[in-house]
């Protein structure tokens, strides 16, 4: 018999399952010695439907494999348990065993938490961004952060490191930085506070409620994430006007979160392949968004009647300039202080070297598919 082991915060309680060999799904533990399998409930901030979704269960299944069945993830979309931006206060307090988010979801306990995904750009992106947590200082700031300064019970890994996001969605193009004065837009975290000193009057709003509002007229533009996320979601329908290119939000990454008591109940080899999980989905979950995303905006473009832009270059220039104001202001906190300064020196360094040594990509694209690309 396979023994079940709810994980200790959980609330959902099962009895002994019938050994893999039995049922047809694990294999029969070696030597026939009992195999006890942790149940961890897992609720995510993205839809059923939606790409994120998808590359939650990415981990969750690579974990499963990895562990033999030992471990088995319940994955919930957003919704079941808590709204979207509530998963990290249920994790910590026990309601549910772990979450599949992003920082800036939370950051409203602290703006330092924007440091993780939608911080000022100093030419870095996600996987430059992901280098710093693991290689650099971030992970050291991020568990200061989490468990120190804000006391949460929690234990949290980073995954895929996001492709740079559009500007977003507009009812008419965008031509310069002047065009989006006045406008009621939609982003999340840090850029709330970068487009507001852009003129703009930012709603912060979970992807689910995004085109409801603008249907409503409660926001004029938007942006949510990336072409296959914000296509299934319907944003085609409400604006045919795409920018892609923007300062906002140019760095970030999956964060995956367990209850600290939950995760230090397994023992020391589940708790590695859970953070090792976590980097194999990460390659996963990359190249699925490369697959996923260029089809998808050929898909708009081709089949959806959106008109694609590049985002004007006076409006990164107008970002930068609103990021420069913004961190004068961030840096009165000694926290967010510290860790731009960490972030600041490793992409001085780091992005020096990227930069020298990539090779112009689009010299090589126009050659070969001349013409395609805007000039």
Known sequence: MEKVVESRRSFLKRGAVVAGAAAGTLAAPALGQAQEQTVIRMQSSWGASEIFQEMAQDFCTRVEEMSGGRIRIELLPAGSVVGAFQVMDA??????????????????KHKGASLFGTGPVFGGDGTNLLAWIKSGEGQTFYNELTQQILGLNVVGFFGMPMPQQPFGWFKNPVTSAADVNGLKYRTVGLAADLMAAMGMSVVQLPGGEIVPAMERGVIDAFEFNNPTADRRFGAQDVAKNYM????????????????????????????????????????????????????????????????????????????????????????????????????????????????????????????????????
């Open 91 to 108: 994790v910590n307090d026990g309601v549910i065993d772990a979450c599949h988010q992003v920082p800036v979801y939370w950051y409203a």
């Open 244 to 375: 892609l290119g923007s300062f906002h939000q140019a760095s970030e990454c999956f964060e995956i979160n367990f209850n600290k008591d939950v995760f230090d109940d397994l023992s020391a080899d589940l708790q590695k392949i859970i953070e090792y999980g976590v980097e194999a989905s990460a390659t996963a979950n990359l190249s699925k968004a490369i697959d996923n995303y260029s089809r998808d905006l050929e898909g708009l473009i081709n089949e959806d009647g959106v008109t694609v832009l590049r985002t004007p270059a006076d409006v990164l220039e107008v970002q930068i300039a609103a990021w420069d104001a913004l961190i004068v202001q961030l840096e009165a906190d000694d926290f967010i202080r510290r860790a731009l300064a960490s972030q600041k020196a490793w992409t001085e360094r780091t992005v020096f070297y990227t930069l020298l040594n990539q090779a112009d990509l689009r010299l090589a694209y126009d050659h070969y598919f001349p013409g395609k690309l805007p000039a």
